[in-house]
């Protein structure tokens, strides 16, 4: 319940940010992902990145009720984080969503961000599958 509430709220985000974005807000993004790069073989590191990068785009969207419905469910998403990030190739695939993202951001279109933060929230959607029950440990 707590993923499908989290990827209704990303999209809706991700879709209003773009119509609201600030050139301050897309260099943080940026900055963001150019940090994930570095520490994409460090799954904590890269665990923080990618929660930054969300917040950033929460905050973005200038809604304060959308963004602390997110903060909400961003920490109980902390654990399944962590075990799709350990995943092999998750990390990188994850960057170049991001990419995808930030610049659908930058070019200020609500509809190709909807479908690059869609084809993200599948892609972890699809590695948390391959993660056995026994291994989740209360994880979201």
Known sequence: EALEMAQSRSLDLVEIAATRITDEEIAQLEECVARSIEVVDDHEAFSQADL?????????????ILQRCMAGVSQLGKV???????LPGVTRRSVQDHMAIVRALK????????????????????ELKHIKPSDEDGAV
């Open 107 to 126: 070019a200020r279109d609500p509809v190709a961000a909807r479908e690059a933060m869609l084809a993200h929230l599948r892609h972890v959607e699809d």
């Open 80 to 86: 399944s984080r962590r075990r799709t990030v350990s």
């Open 52 to 64: 930054e990068m969300h917040e950033l785009i929460a905050k973005a969207a200038g809604n304060s």
